[in-house]
């Protein structure tokens, strides 16, 4: 295998994704212009026409919501819209930073579960918190650290009316939760079944303009530890219809949308590639993997590119694709669509010189001497559609009575 042997069909997929369906993108994009005078995004049907200046609008995001998982909520799915294409890399940190910031991948810079941070040699595991300095050696971010690292673009800064998060009560004080807070308040709750009556009230309380945003994660975890396919996933998925169904009864305020979609999909996976493994591999990288199991970014040594690729292709063969830098921040994946702003000033820099692809049903993991590593059943973060593709649902509060 050579890099650009496998470099032109896996561009060529991520491409044609991005033109074949709306984007994650393009919902934030219609929300930010209903609320912002200052915006504007072209339509997207099925939503644009139910948004407004005075709405209320609230938006679910359902980490790790597939969108094969419709067959399990007959309830929700009386409300489906579309599917939509999520960013890439297909994973948390990546998607929720596009959500909370209103930004693409290419604007925030925040590529996967790690990011390099080039200028303060640092490797950055933003949703914990965490980085680790050049030696390996970790530490914990305060809040004013982690937003000094990140420097967010907040969405909520730009709306131009109140905010509210609502979320589990562990993660309200986290500094990534508070970092794209910014000025919006805070509700907390401890499992799904208090989530419909704390939504409910806090709508029924707060008259348009309003954005609520409502996070749950329980659904992700479930997909890691126990895959996709699991009875553990399908009893949670009609705990979800019931709790949607319930939300949607109790909100009374007829200006009131909610949105619900996901910020990836899931699928199974059979097998764990350990860099760890292959110390040839590892000598020529300038330190570990950053990004994604599903999506791997490798910064090489000067001058060692031949010797990486050769390495590469001795430890794993045909089971993990090299698509050189070049090749993948092009427009259409982490580039800027037209009219949108500049890239992050280290975008190029944190990408490295390699993205890492697995195999479809592989993830490739190189953790540091005091961490073993993730052990996924179900993982995302990749290309394929059961990752990339997220399902959208609307209700019209207004209109559904």
Partial sequence: MTANAAADSVVDDILRARLEAPGLMDLLGQIEASLNPAASHPPLPGVSEHLGPDRHIVLWLIDGFATRYRRHLPLLGTDYVTDLETVFPSTTATAISSI??????????????????????????????????AEDRPATLGYRELTGRVQPDRLVDRLGCHTTMIGPDWIGGTPYNRMMNGSAAFIGFEDLSELPARVAAHVNATPGPHFTYVYWSELDHLGHTYGPESPEVERHLKQLDLAYTATCAQIQRPESVFLTTADHGMRSMERRLD???????????????TGEPRAAIAHVREGRDTDFLTALDAAFGADVAAVPAADWLGPGTLGLPPGHHREHPELRARAGDYLLLPAEDAYLV???DDDEGPFFVGAHGGLSPEERHIPLFLRNIGQSR
């Fill in 100 to 133: 909370l910031t209103g930004r693409t991948p290419a604007q925030h810079g925040l590529l996967g579960w790690h990011t390099r941070l080039p200028s303060a040699e640092r490797t950055l595991t933003v949703l914990m918190g965490q980085e680790r300095d």
């Fill in 275 to 289: 860099l760890r493994e292959h110390p040839a591999v590892q000598a020529c990288l300038l330190h570990r993997l």
């Fill in 366 to 368: 190189d953790p540091p």
